[in-house]
């Protein structure tokens, strides 16, 4: 299906283009939604629509034309069984693309390509809005055992107030047992180091 494009390929050669191109779609196909660069995004749409209107028509012979460029046969299964039947009487246009921006430390452009009619893009569109991804905070490392201190200060810590706190079953408190007087000790008289005196006769 896709013809060689005139100008640098997305791989080493065709055979490794066509590889990359069904990886994506497999991919794309099973998850809904992928994050790759803008080349291989706008690569892949027209690679990826081709398969979906096949599957669209139906039939054992365009199920084994999928099959031979997908080559997965649980991939083609869930192709013909879910995502061609979500698109309904869309003419065409099953996919899109998002840009990103630059890729941290090469700055190669990236873009998210997601199937248009994908679950979770459609309880998107009914909210009205993109979700919000929270922002990533990031440790800062140190060395020594400072490490260990820093992730706990920036963990929040559970208040016991804040959990629900059980009722506590009231203890009768238990009498306390007297202390017996101790026997009083006699202290014994020192014998002299001096023998007595025996009264002389």
Known sequence: MPRPSKGPRLG????????????????????GRIVTTETKAKRVRPFVEK????????????????????????????LFE?????????????????????????????????????????EREAIGAAPKAEPRRRLRRRRGGAEEAEIEAETPVETEAAA???????????????????????????ASAEPEETPES
């Open 12 to 31: 080493a050669g065709p055979a490794h283009e066509r590889a990359i191109l069904r990886g994506l779609s497999r991919s794309l196909i099973e998850h």
């Open 51 to 78: 398969l979906i209107t096949k599957a669209r028509k139906g039939g054992l012979h365009n199920r084994r034309l999928v099959l031979a460029e997908i080559g997965d046969r649980r991939v083609v299964h869930q």
């Open 82 to 122: 879910r995502v061609a039947p979500r698109t309904g009487d869309r003419p065409g246009g099953y996919t899109r693309i998002m840009k990103l921006g630059p890729r941290r430390g090469d700055a190669t452009p990236m873009a998210i390509i997601e199937l248009v009619d994908a679950p979770h893009t459609r």
């Open 164 to 190: 629900p706190s059980e009722p506590e079953a009231e203890v009768t408190p238990e009498p306390e047992a007297t202390p017996e007087p101790e026997p009083e000790t006699v202290p014994e008289p020192e």
